[in-house]
Structures are given as C-alpha cells and as structure tokens.
C-alpha cells in the first residue's frame, strides 16, 4: 500500500526540499520505491537532483492541468528515486487552477493512477498555503512539518494546522500529521531543546526523530545533483535521515 506524505511548512527555509530528497534517497537505498513530486514553482526539488528546471519540458504543472499524464513528466534520479519535476511555469499553471473544477483533487486523481508503481511518494510544497499546498494536503495520508529549531520558526504552525483541519474536515477525512521534524539542530544548546518543548507544549503535536543536524553539507549536496546520502554516505545528516526512514518503515508512520 502506498504512503503518500505532504511535506509542508510556509516558511521558507525550513529543509522542506533537503528533507524530501534525503527521505526519499533512504527509502530508495531500504530497497522501496520512491516517487518525489516537486511542487515548489521554483524547482529546487528538481534541481538538487540533478535535472536543470529550465530544461524540463513536461512538468508537474501539465498534470495538474490535465494537459498531460504524471507516465509522461516523470524522470529517474541518480539517487535512484523518480521524480515529477517543476520549473517557473508551474506558477502559470498555478494561476490557471484557481477557476478549475475540482483543483484540489487534481494532484490526487493524477498520483492515484501511478500510486501502485510506488511504496512512498512524498510532496515538496511551496513556502505557501496556496492552490498547490492545499492539493498536496488533499492528496496525501500524512502530513510532515520540517520546522528549524531556532526562535520564531513556529510562528506559523497554527495558521498550518487550521489549514489541515480544514482539508481534513471538507477534502480528505484520512488526513493525519505525522508530526514536527526538527531541522538545522544543534543538540548543544539549551535553545534548540527549549524550541522542541515549546512546540509539544503549544501545538501538542508529536516530534518526529531523530532531529536533523546542521551541517553544511546540505547545501553542497544539491551541486552534485544528488541528496546527502549520496555525496557524504556516512555524515551524521545523512545517518538521521536513514534513522527517519527506518523508523517510519517500522510502523511509526
């Protein structure tokens, strides 16, 4: 059965992108078979892999606009994951949703007839709570939120949750969060862990682990064109993002 999983949060640079790509690398190396769908107009997705955006010719885009099948826009990474892929005219076909009938069913309709090729799929969404989000949400089991351990990341989160609540209660009743990842953490520091506590205590949502390490080598991955598990195998970062994998192939989805 497929586990098809948003990874949302509103803010930028929270490691929405790094924690799709790296997630995804480690099911694939767990032997699962692992579709990535680039929602982000921006292409980051696409481009960490490895594949320019501006050289993409059937994008995620055309399959939210019916114009063409997610068969035809998918392509295999060198992490050895599959990839619907975005580049800038996403934002056109963002625009052009917005008096579509059922667009926020669109992006399910369209991964529902490639969902038995794939154990995961998980979603790259946009820094926003837009037409792609809200699809993204309507289309998924469980919903992810990469959140930065630093002061002032959650602000936001509520604004998230009343938007899950929403697609749960109107689009998709099967709609459940997985919990918060902590990102760029630095375990050291009574902050971090002040953060985390902070966030259980607010929003009473669980804490998906273990947290992710900052590092540098996030952001030197993508100009290989591969994740972390890919360009530094035995790096900390790496080694939790295959602990998250684990751990959610071991029920604790």
Same mark, same amino acid.
């Given at each position: 059965?497929?586990?098809?999983?948003?990874?949302?949060?509103?803010?930028?640079?929270?490691?929405?992108?790094?924690?799709?790509?790296?997630?995804?690398?480690?099911?694939? /190396?767990?032997?699962?078979?692992? %579709?990535?769908?680039?929602?982000?107009?921006?292409?980051?997705?696409?481009?960490?892999?490895?594949? *320019?955006?501006? &050289?993409?010719?059937?994008?995620?885009? &055309?399959?939210?606009?019916?114009?063409?099948?997610?068969?035809? $826009?998918?392509?295999?990474?060198?992490?050895?994951?599959?990839?619907?892929?975005?580049?800038?005219?996403?934002?056109? =076909?963002? /625009?052009?949703?917005?008096?579509?009938?059922?667009?926020?069913?669109?992006?399910?309709? $369209?991964?529902?007839?490639?969902?038995?090729?794939?154990?995961?799929?998980?979603?790259?969404?946009?820094?926003?709570?837009?037409?792609?989000?809200?699809? =993204?949400?309507?289309?998924?089991?469980?919903?992810?939120?990469?959140?930065?351990?630093?002061?002032?990341?959650?602000?936001?989160?509520?604004? %998230?949750? *009343?938007?899950?609540?929403?697609?749960?209660?109107?689009?998709?009743?099967?709609? /459940?969060?997985?919990?918060?990842?902590?990102?760029?953490?630095?375990?050291?520091?009574?902050?971090?862990? =002040?953060?985390?506590?902070?966030?259980? /205590?607010?929003?009473?949502?669980?804490?998906v682990t273990p947290p992710i390490p900052k590092t540098i080598r996030f952001a030197e991955a993508p100009a290989f064109g591969r994740s972390i598990l890919g360009t530094n195998k035995n790096h900390k970062g790496a080694e939790a993002y295959r602990q998250v994998a684990a751990n959610l192939l071991n029920g604790h989805r």
């Open positions: 059965m497929t586990t098809t999983i948003a990874v949302v949060n509103q803010k930028g640079g929270v490691g929405k992108t790094t924690t799709v790509a790296s997630l995804g690398a480690a099911f694939a /190396e767990k032997g699962q078979r692992v %579709l990535l769908v680039d929602l982000d107009p921006q292409g980051g997705l696409t481009f960490s892999l490895g594949i *320019d955006p501006e &050289d993409v010719d059937i994008t995620v885009g &055309d399959v939210l606009l019916g114009t063409k099948k997610a068969d035809d $826009a998918i392509v295999v990474t060198d992490d050895g994951t599959h990839l619907l892929p975005s580049n800038i005219t996403v934002a056109q =076909a963002e /625009e052009g949703l917005v008096n579509r009938t059922g667009r926020e069913q669109r992006l399910r309709v $369209a991964l529902d007839k490639v969902a038995d090729d794939y154990d995961w799929i998980l979603l790259d969404c946009p820094p926003t709570l837009g037409v792609l989000t809200v699809g =993204a949400l309507s289309a998924s089991q469980r919903v992810l939120v990469p959140l930065q351990a630093e002061t002032l990341s959650h602000r936001g989160v509520g604004q %998230l949750l *009343d938007t899950v609540h929403d697609v749960k209660q109107f689009i998709n009743s099967e709609l /459940e969060i997985l919990g918060v990842l902590p990102t760029m953490f630095d375990g050291r520091t009574n902050h971090a862990q =002040a953060v985390m506590r902070a966030i259980r /205590e607010t929003y009473d949502l669980p804490i």
